[in-house]
């Protein structure tokens, strides 16, 4: 977990400050220093014509890019030719400093196109979006669907998998009270439903809002064979290998992976006997799912996914220009909902549970590269987002603030005073402050209640 950490805060801080490294170096302000990490550093060189220290530092939590200005200059140092002061960055136009800070996130959104578009490339696999049922006198039974159904389009826009359809109501419920979803009956008949959706709860996070409007994904039948293992997870811990079949969980038969979960998830952190089948040898072992906290309800979670049945799988390989397309729409859309978000988030319309700080962070890394390359991807991708959009804040201290500055030098003519830039560097930090309150007491609060 340490490692995919570590590499995640390496990559994306990286990319994030070259984008304003290499900014800078096109409108030809003179760099000093290209710090990744704060603190003492672990090592240190300088390079080029211009003797830029390169430095990585011993706290992995930010970077950043120290540019010739003359407002930081210590006086008691060599001082610099004029010549070298037209590289300044605060001489430079307001349109330069403007193209230099927005590089940064720039570069984060950059990123994810390029990971997404890798990803569409090679190949993303999801669970065909077919009902196995409706849940009675929920909104998806009042549209009119019915079990069997496929579903194909959400006000428009294809669907290929359940996680698109997921995504594509979460992104929608945002903006709309109701959506057109189109579906194929198992009798190939063509219906468009049209469907409610309740606003996003204040209190729940909706992860699977599909699930919460009464779709039941058609999941298969199959023997209870476990097809993958999180390393470091309760079924690790206890032994269980890929290609295992359980047949019973303390004397109750499994013989299907539903009957496998149902008891897994009813038995949170409590000791289970378990009888499965490995190499064609009977086996026993004990283990104890982990308490995991699901829509306000403790379940049991082992960390280990089926072998999936390929008849309800879907495949889908995109094109260079077709998966660039899909890429930067998706890195939008992602981009878009999370500021409605953030928007509601503050207006007391959404959980603030959903912040989170570097120890889930750490988590979902650690899980994210043990799911394997395309998951961490993914994950690597979503979080590259997550730094650009936030970077791109108008909060004094982030590089949305100094945006905001440098637009209103644009309509005023002359630049913000600095007594001004000094009062809103004390409001910034302070706002970071209780963000970072905010995203530490969720993750201790996630890890109190699993």
């Given at each position: 977990m340490l490692a995919a950490f570590v590499l995640t805060l390496a990559l994306l801080i990286t990319v994030h400050e070259y984008g304003h490294f290499q900014a800078a170096r096109w409108c030809g302000v003179r760099i000093l220093k290209f710090s990744i990490g704060f603190g003492k550093p672990?090592?240190?060189?300088?390079?080029?014509?211009?003797?830029?220290?390169?430095?990585?530092?011993?706290?992995p939590l930010g970077g950043y890019v120290k540019m010739l200005d003359e407002r930081e200059l210590d006086q008691t140092a060599k001082p610099y030719s004029e010549a070298e002061l037209s590289r300044a960055f605060n001489r430079q136009h307001?349109?330069?400093?403007?193209?230099?800070?927005?590089?940064?996130?720039?570069?984060?959104?950059l990123l994810a196109v390029c990971l997404y578009c890798g990803l569409f490339m090679s190949g993303v696999v999801?669970?065909?979006?077919?009902?196995?049922?409706?849940?009675?006198?929920?909104?998806?039974?009042?549209a009119g669907f019915v079990a069997g159904e496929t579903l194909q389009k959400v006000n428009g826009s294809d669907v290929a998998t359940w996680q698109e359809f997921n995504w594509l109501l979460l992104k929608e419920s945002l903006g709309?009270?109701?959506?057109?979803?189109?579906?194929?009956?198992?009798?190939?008949?063509?219906t468009t439903h049209r469907l409610s959706l309740p606003d996003l709860a204040l209190e729940n996070e909706h992860k699977d809002l599909a699930h919460d409007l009464g779709f039941v994904l058609k999941a298969p039948a199959v023997p209870a064979r476990i097809g993958k293992i999180i390393a470091g997870s309760p079924a690790d811990l206890a032994g269980l290998k890929v290609r295992d079949v359980i047949l019973s969980v303390d004397q109750q038969a499994t013989p299907t992976w539903q009957d496998f979960v149902a008891i897994i998830r009813q038995r949170a952190e409590q000791p289970l006997g378990i009888?499965?089948?490995?190499?064609?040898?009977?086996q026993r072992l004990?283990?104890?799912?982990?308490?995991?906290?699901?829509?306000?309800?403790?379940?049991?979670?082992?960390?280990?996914?089926?072998?999936?049945?390929?008849?309800?799988?879907?495949?889908?390989q995109y094109s260079f220009s077709a998966a660039l397309l899909k890429a930067t729409a998706k890195t939008w859309d992602t981009a878009v909902f999370s500021l409605r978000m953030l928007v509601r988030?503050?207006?007391?319309?959404?959980?603030?549970q959903g912040v989170s700080g570097p120890v889930s962070i750490a988590n979902y890394a650690g899980q994210s590269a043990d799911m394997g390359l395309k998951v961490f991807v993914g994950f690597l991708a979503l979080i590259s987002i997550s730094i650009g959009v936030l970077n791109l804040l108008p909060i004094p201290v982030l590089d949305g603030g100094h945006l905001m500055y440098y637009m209103l030098e644009i309509l005023t003519g002359k630049p913000v005073p600095e007594s001004v830039?000094?009062?809103?560097?004390?409001?910034?930090?302070?706002?970071?402050?209780?963000?970072?309150?905010?995203?530490?007491?969720?993750?201790?609060?996630?890890?109190?209640?699993?």
């Open positions: 672990l090592w240190s060189k300088k390079f080029g014509l211009d003797q830029t220290e390169f430095v990585i530092a011993a706290i307001v349109l330069k400093r403007m193209a230099i800070v927005l590089a940064g996130p720039g570069a984060n959104l999801g669970l065909k979006p077919t009902l196995a049922e409706v849940a009675a006198h929920s909104p998806a039974a009042a709309h009270a109701s959506v057109d979803v189109q579906g194929l009956s198992p009798q190939q008949t063509l009888v499965l089948v490995r190499n064609g040898h009977e004990s283990l104890t799912p982990a308490a995991h906290t699901e829509n306000g309800q403790v379940v049991g979670q082992i960390g280990a996914a089926l072998a999936m049945d390929n008849s309800l799988l879907v495949n889908r988030m503050l207006s007391g319309q959404a959980s603030w830039m000094v009062i809103g560097q004390k409001v910034g930090l302070a706002l970071l402050a209780l963000i970072t309150m905010v995203a530490f007491y969720n993750d201790i609060n996630r890890l109190i209640t699993g």
